[in-house]
């Protein structure tokens, strides 16, 4: 089911360091060139990537990735073309871990059944679909799990130990911890906070636990690192593009670089960090 995905965080023990995870939202700002993001990715120190599914009314984005998805949107992004980045994608890496992230909407609208199929087709591995609570996993979570698809579930500051069991019954593929309480790219963490609620969660799962949310740098990525099994970057990586676009919101001849050689900097934070490697 989740053989991509257990197979890298494997490869990651295997290493002794904790995975990095970045996020890049598809079609962003321009489908080509967002395919091209994505495959540098995994060659500038990329895990595991998380590809955003364009959606008008985000309830978690920031103001980074809500301009990302306004951007990708304007180029007439949709659910058929980012599984086509995907597939495209998938035919130079068979490796590299896939996840979408995104909204409920789009998927109903594109029908459930059939998005779990492409997307399994495309060569997706798992979902993040953040507005679905456990109490509605008759609706996509059950049914991904049943076509091979990880269910990721998100944990925040405010999931105490009375509701965790129900966010982790049906996660598969890792949990993601949300470090702050707000949305992304909103604040840096409290990182001794975030070790400490990782201990929590570990407690009541044997998946890994990544982190997410606020993490803009190198020496970031590397405090995080320290207790959690996996790092997840977003608004910083789409700010870094941002930074590169024209006034027209295109992109220029140090778009792909920008994203890189940030991606660069937070691998290299990550792999700063030694684990006991798996046995």
Do not use: W
């Amino acid at each position: 089911m989740t053989q991509r995905i257990e197979a890298r965080f494997q490869q990651c023990r295997a290493e002794g360091r904790a995975a990095l995870v970045t996020y890049v939202m598809a079609g962003d700002p321009d489908p080509e060139t967002s395919l091209e993001i994505l495959k540098s990715l995994p060659k500038a120190g990329a895990d595991i990537v998380e590809f955003g599914l364009p959606f008008t009314d985000p309830m978690a984005d920031g103001p980074a990735i809500q301009a990302a998805g306004l951007r990708a949107l304007k180029m007439g992004q949709d659910t058929v073309k980012t599984l086509d980045l995907v597939r495209r994608f998938r035919a130079g890496d068979q490796d590299t871990p896939v996840i979408l992230m995104g909204y409920f909407n789009p998927i109903y609208v594109y029908g459930v059944d059939r998005f779990l199929a492409d997307a399994k087709e495309a060569g997706v591995d798992g979902l993040i679909v953040v507005d679905l609570p456990p109490e509605e996993d008759d609706e996509l979570c059950l049914p991904a799990l049943k076509a091979g698809l990880a269910f990721i579930r998100l944990a925040t500051p405010t999931t105490d130990d009375k509701r965790l069991p129900a966010v982790l019954a049906n996660t598969a593929g890792f949990v993601y911890y949300v470090s702050i309480t707000g949305i992304t790219g909103a604040a840096t963490p409290d990182f001794g906070k975030v070790a400490t609620a990782v201990e929590r969660i570990k407690r009541h799962t044997p998946l890994p636990v990544v982190v997410g949310f606020g993490v803009k740098s190198g020496a970031h990525a590397a405090s995080v690192a320290k207790g959690a099994d996996g790092v997840v970057v977003g608004s910083a990586i789409i700010d870094a593009l941002k930074n590169t676009l024209d006034a027209e919101d295109r992109a220029t001849a140090g778009s792909v670089a920008a994203v890189t050689k940030l991606v660069k900097e937070l691998s290299d934070g990550v792999r700063s960090v030694a684990k006991r490697a798996a046995a």
